[in-house]
């Protein structure tokens, strides 16, 4: 390609401070360096993991940087040593990666490879080496993907090759959202058919949760939010049952406890709010119950009664739904264009990259479950 080897000239949405409007500025991008990919990238979703950086971490030293994780595109360029992708291959940032060698790779149990934006800078949960700057600064990369831009650099350890006969303005959310709610429920939580299961929270995580329990066989999938207005989608992805914790004045784990005798099977928490993470908990039956965390949160410690874990149950979390990403995400591909699992449900706006901001207040609000941004033209 006649811009191999060359500086990017290119639109990004650049967050340069906490709180505030992303910007849409020229940037430049770098070219690879060994072992990196350069994309081109052609759609994005927007994750609640976003606005959690923009608004809720506000880490100071988190900023300016590009946001966008949940992207797919084209590969542009590569670098030396790079011998897994070529210039045209259809691609997924990945925002863990898969080395294959680390002791965390090549145990079956955790996706968590060591290396990546994790082992970096985990506090700004950025990689502090980035090949993007803007008006003479450098941007952070935003867990290693920023996929608000229409160029974006990553080392071959955080790139799932798909295949070529995937629609990228819809797998992309297969780049975050889907995988880590699906993942959940049927990787971690490992639900069993037959079983009872609850769902907090019904953005597109959580119905990605209610979709992998349906997969998995459950037989009852409470679907608990509140915003009424999810509901009805929850039903597309397999819901049975749904519940408002605001028409009910005692705890939702009690309204649970009755409709299910005496607790759901398994229960997952899509929501990032210390609070929702101890209801589900409590919501979970004796005995054998496991809780999931899947909500994003490191700002409160959180809390419960040790009876509740002497009892029986088990709480777990679950980073990217339990995949092994460069193993996982061409998969669920796979699945989507299978049709054994869905995606085109999630998205209920499509917008351009340079309305980004209003796709964020639609999110802020509840008023989407995806939007979808088109970032460049394949
Ligand atoms: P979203 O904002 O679209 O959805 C959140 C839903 O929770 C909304 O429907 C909202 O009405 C509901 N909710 C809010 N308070 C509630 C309460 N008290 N009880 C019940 N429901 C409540 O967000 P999303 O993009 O679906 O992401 C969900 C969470 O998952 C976020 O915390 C995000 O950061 C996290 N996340 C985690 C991972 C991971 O790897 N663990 C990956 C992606 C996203
Ligand atoms: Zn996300």
Known sequence: MATAGKVIKCKAAVAWEPNKPLVIEEIEVAPPQANEVRIKIVATGVCHTDLYHLFE????EGFPVVLGHEGAGIV????????EFKPGDKVIPLFISQCRECRFCKSPKTNQCVKGW???RYDVMALEETRLTCKGKKLLQFLGTSTFSEYTVLNQIAVAKIDPAAPLDKVCLLGCGVCTGFGAAVNTAQV????TCAVFGLGAVGLAAVMGCKFAGAKRIIAVDINPEKFEKAKVFGATEFVNPKDHSRPISQVLAEMTEGGVDYSLECVGN?????SALESCVKGWGVSVLVG???LHDFAARPIQLIAGRTWKGTLFGGFKSKDGVPEMVKAYLD????????ITHNMTLDRVNDAIELMKHGQCIRTVLSVSQP
């Open 57 to 60: 971490g506000m880490h100071k």
């Open 76 to 83: 542009e360029s590569i670098g030396p040593g790079v011998t």
């Open 118 to 120: 994790a082992a970096d």
């Open 192 to 195: 069993e058919p037959g079983s």
């Open 274 to 278: 210390v609070a929702v993470m101890r």
């Open 296 to 298: 994003w949160t490191d």
């Open 339 to 346: 049709r054994k699992v869905k995606l085109d449900e999630f």
